[in-house]
């Protein structure tokens, strides 16, 4: 796909795989500064653990603790990285008309993905972010996001147990939009929806699942079957 688009831009590069062990990450980032290698993408379980070996890292990025993609800019080995899954999922619901200013948001999981997304989400002015968290163990360190966000930004921020239905359902209720940043909806989940009573869609609810593959996952075929008339998948992000 990124070299199919470098040729229809007329962009002399090439967009390569390389498996990296954190125990190398050190020498691959100092090879990105000796090639004069434009940029990388970044995944897990390196995502972490490049945020002091650069330069530079976006406020986005500093807050969320990771880095998803690296930019050498101007090629002079400064290595700047950023984290794009916020910045992206503002494109995706902007592509389709929808602002998230003064808007009040349920966004669910807040995994990599979706605290970047709470980040951008509070950078955009967002009114209300209500997060619900499906695991445990991640609610101490996701907290601590929430503190800094409410702190930092005019946005109120929430953080709740997914297991909270009653909780989850009132907020959606009370929701414009509601983002899920989970990985429900892709296999082996693909059948499985978190929200599975219809009297939470409504026509003016937005709802935007960040699964691209597949493009219509159960959330996002359930929410256009019972009313919603705006729904979008993950793919505006990529």
Same mark, same amino acid.
């Given at each position: ?8 831009? *007329? ?22 500064? +000796?090639? *004069? ?9 390196? %995502?972490?653990?490049? $945020? ?6 976006? @406020?986005?990025? %500093?807050? $969320? ?15 700047? &990285? ?11 619901? +902007? ?13 669910? &999981? ?14 955009? *002015? ?14 101490? &360190? ?42 429900? &909806? ?5 059948? %499985? ?9 409504? @026509? ?13 996952? %159960? ?20």
């Amino acid at each position: 796909m990124h070299n199919e688009a470098y040729v229809k831009l *007329g962009l002399d590069y090439a967009y390569l795989a390389f498996e990296v062990g954190t125990e190398q990450l050190a020498n691959a980032v100092q090879g990105i500064r +000796a090639l *004069g290698i434009r940029g990388s993408n970044v995944s897990m379980p390196n %995502k972490e653990a490049i $945020v002091p070996l650069l330069d530079e890292v976006s @406020p986005a990025a %500093k807050l $969320v603790g990771a880095v998803n993609t690296v930019v050498n800019q101007d090629g002079k080995g400064y290595l700047v &990285g950023h984290i794009t899954d916020g910045t992206g999922a503002i494109r995706a619901l +902007a592509e389709e008309g929808v602002s998230v200013k003064d808007q009040v948001i349920t966004l669910a &999981g807040v995994g990599g993905a979706g605290k970047a997304i709470a980040v951008q989400l509070a950078f955009e *002015g967002a009114k209300e972010v209500h997060l619900f968290n499906r695991q445990a163990s991640r609610l101490h &360190g996701v907290q601590e996001l929430v503190t800094t966000l409410n702190d930092t930004t005019t946005t109120q921020v929430t953080l709740k147990d997914l297991e909270d239905q009653a909780a989850f359902h009132q907020s959606i209720k009370q929701s414009h939009i509601y983002i899920d940043a989970t990985s429900v &909806g892709m296999k082996p989940l693909e059948n %499985k929806s978190l929200i599975t009573d219809p009297e939470l869609i409504r @026509p003016d609810l937005v709802v935007f699942d960040i699964v691209y593959n597949p493009t219509e996952t %159960k959330l996002l075929s359930f929410a256009r079957q019972h009313g919603a008339q705006k729904t979008i998948n993950g793919l505006g992000m990529v």
